[in-house]
């Protein structure tokens, strides 16, 4: 059955760092969103992405966040300059059409030291 | 602004006793509604879904209505097993002022033992 896959499973990296987290989509899937949750926290949308533009944004997607299509499978999550407060469980989900149900990567654990 | 409300967790049953996991909502427009789990090590799986108030949601086993007049999508399922052991999280979008965003509950821990 296919599923969203994400990599890392665990990133560590030093504020002030950039970090990419990576996502393959499920192949036919045309609508890709990231999700993160804060440890004790609910799970808070970020972005969606359709034909290579940001559809949509929640206002905690500020200039800090990117995403990107880089080639025909991959979608990341790029953070520029990572916070304290970044560190989190970050999900990626797609979606075959708009509105139709979203399928969930594993979730990358982020942890900024 | 959407947002929705779980009971507080975590749940703890023994294998066969019934489950309710509450869940309420507040929304700009009219929500669909939806009931995610995550087992262990895994990513959320949609569980089941309601886009109509009255229509009732329902997959192994689990059942939820969707409530308009109590503003509510509460979980249920009338023999839990082991396997159920996992995180619930209900959710809901509005299409027409949210487009395909997620809104998320707290998520509930269910932990069922033998």
């Known amino acids: 059955e296919p599923e969203v896959t994400q990599t890392p499973s665990h990133q560590v990296t030093q504020m002030g760092q950039e970090v990419i987290l990576r996502c393959v989509p499920i192949?036919?899937?045309?609508?890709f969103y990231w999700y993160r949750q804060i440890l004790g926290q609910k799970v808070e949308f970020l972005v969606s992405f359709y034909n290579n533009e940001i559809s949509e944004k929640s206002e905690i997607f500020d200039d800090q966040f990117s995403v990107e299509r880089p080639d025909g499978s991959n979608f990341t999550l790029k953070i520029r300059s990572t916070k304290l407060e970044d560190s989190a469980m970050y999900f990626c989900?797609?979606?075959?059409?708009?509105?139709?149900?979203?399928?969930f990567g594993p979730g990358t654990r982020l942890t900024v030291l | 602004g959407d947002s929705v409300t779980q009971m507080e967790g975590p749940v703890t049953l023994s294998e066969e006793a019934f489950l309710t996991i509450n869940c309420t909502y507040t929304a700009t427009g009219y929500p669909s509604l939806f009931w995610y789990v995550q087992y262990p090590g895994e990513g959320l799986q949609l569980l089941l879904k309601?886009?109509?108030?009255?229509d009732k949601g329902s997959n192994k086993g689990f059942e939820a209505t969707y409530r308009k007049e109590t503003t509510s999508f509460h979980l249920e399922k009338g023999s839990v097993q082991v396997s159920d052991s996992a995180v619930y999280f209900c959710?809901?979008?509005?299409?027409?002022?949210?487009?395909?965003?997620?809104?998320f509950g707290e998520g509930t821990q269910l932990t069922v033992n033998p």
């Open positions: 192949s036919n899937h045309l609508y």
């Open positions: 989900a797609s979606s075959r059409e708009h509105y139709n149900e979203q399928f």
């Open positions: 309601a886009t109509k108030a009255d």
């Open positions: 959710a809901l979008s509005v299409k027409e002022t949210s487009g395909s965003r997620l809104t």
